[in-house]
């Protein structure tokens, strides 16, 4: 079985990764060596220079994933800093945030992006993107980040009332992971 590197410290995301990796015989090995996220405007500005600071360490192919919870009422936040928030204030502080300030629209987007990083060679990189809303309340117990308050598009369950196969059915990482099989299948 051929392995790829996923430069993560986050279990979730590796467990994911792991089971959609599986469709094409590639062992998803966790390596949590972490790279400094800068503060951008886009996604793919982080991931390009988290490619670019891993390669400066780490000689063998890795991918790696940026993602963010676009919330439409607030023009896109947490966006680029859904990390940090998280640590922040936490699904809760969304959720009173939204209730504080009486959002009715509750519409929003979770978006990724994994690269492919790979020593004399362009990075590579892979987008997808789940439309959704935010739920009033947390709502299950499996997942990680902000999976118990997002409803995915043509769902009544939210990430976190879901099984892995099931989120990777609708989420924006599934997406972005299928398009990054796509690759490897070529390469």
Do not use: W
Not at 49 to 63: A, Y
Request: glycine share 8%; hydrophobic share 40%; aromatic share 14%.
């Amino acid at each position: 079985m051929k392995k790829i590197y996923f430069v993560t410290s986050n279990k979730g995301k590796l467990v994911e990764a792991q089971k959609k990796f599986l469709e094409i015989d590639i062992d998803v090995v966790q390596k949590n060596i972490g790279y400094h996220e800068i503060q951008a405007d886009s996604l793919e500005e982080v991931a390009f220079f988290g490619v670019e600071h891993v390669l400066k360490n780490f000689k063998s192919p890795f991918i790696l994933e940026d993602a963010g919870l676009f919330i439409d009422a607030f023009k896109g936040f947490p966006g680029v800093y859904s990390a940090y928030v998280f640590h922040t204030i936490g699904c809760e502080g969304i959720l009173k945030l939204m209730k504080d300030t009486k959002v009715e629209d509750r519409t929003a987007v979770f978006r990724s992006v994994f690269a492919y990083g790979k020593t004399g060679c362009k990075s590579q990189l892979f987008f997808g993107e789940c439309k959704g809303v935010i739920s009033t309340i947390k709502r299950g117990s499996n997942g990680f980040g902000y999976d118990p308050i997002f409803i995915p598009q043509n769902s009544d369950k939210t990430f976190a009332e879901m099984n892995i196969s099931e989120k990777n059915s609708y989420s924006h990482r599934g997406k972005s992971l299928e398009k990054l099989i796509d690759f490897f299948k070529k390469i």
